[in-house]
């Protein structure tokens, strides 16, 4: 990576994100290294802080840095089922995806991930569709006949995805897979970044949620938490809910090769940029 002289820094850096002294302190930290950022949330309904995501990702691209984009949308995938008179229906947390469910499912988020890579476009940084129409990069199978089409991540085709980020581009993943045959499956967005995070062997993993971060029993943010923690969590019920097979995933990325992943609050402002910039970060580093 080529030193960023400290005036681009000051163009680059918004004035309410990192002190440029600390931004300069952590540039060679990612040098070359994958960081692949999970969105969801909030964060993909509210404009407001959809630009601000677009606006962080923008910056890692500008300062050298390798962010793959992961989307969710499940909460449009839900309201477009409802407009069509379809009942969402899930079984752990999956949503059960039928023939219809799956088609509707594949062109609402194949719709949504032009429009985050238009976004990013539009902020120059250069970015690249990855759906099961275009540059498909994932492999599935299926997880369970009760659930229909709805798969695991068995492969990703790191080859296709180099190729994209030596183009200097942002790889914009969708939660989509195709099997042997060719036919799309939907995936659960955290195991689809999670999934891909492992294979590439990324610095970093960083999922953007509706919350603060881990919380402990007295409703306090907890900066880092390892396996044992976790457990002790779930065992008091601080832990709960959907919040275990996120945890859980989570626990099961840092057990396998990625340095350092963290759950962060994608409703404040320059989460990102905090997080990987800053002495401070930001969130929940979750730890083996």
Known sequence: ????????LKKIIPADGPSISEVKSYLDKY??????????????????LFDHFIDNISILNKLGFIPIVVHGGGKRISNKLSEKGIESKFLNGLRITDEKTIKIAEEVLIEFNKEI?????????????????KNNVISVIKDDEKLGFVGSPNK???????????????????????NEQAKPFNINADTAAGYIAKELNARRLIIMSD?????????????????????????NNTISGGMIPKINNCLDVASNGVKGVV???????????????????SGTLIRQ
């Open 156 to 178: 990703i085709d790191k080859k296709s995805l180099d190729k994209i980020i030596e183009e200097k581009k942002v790889p914009v993943i969708a939660p989509l897979g195709l």
């Open 1 to 8: 990576m080529v030193p960023i002289q400290e005036e681009d």
């Open 31 to 48: 040098n070359d290294e994958y960081i692949v950022i999970k969105c969801g949330g909030s964060v993909l309904v509210d404009q407001n």
């Open 117 to 133: 890579v238009e976004a990013l476009n539009n902020k120059q940084c250069t970015a690249e569709e990855i759906n099961t129409k």
């Open 263 to 281: 759950i962060i609050d994608g409703r404040k402002k320059n989460s990102i940029l905090f997080e990987l910039l800053s002495d401070k970060g």
């Open 211 to 235: 919350v603060e971060g881990v919380l402990g029993k007295e409703k306090n943010l907890l900066p880092e938490i390892n396996s044992e923690k976790i457990s002790e969590l779930i065992k």
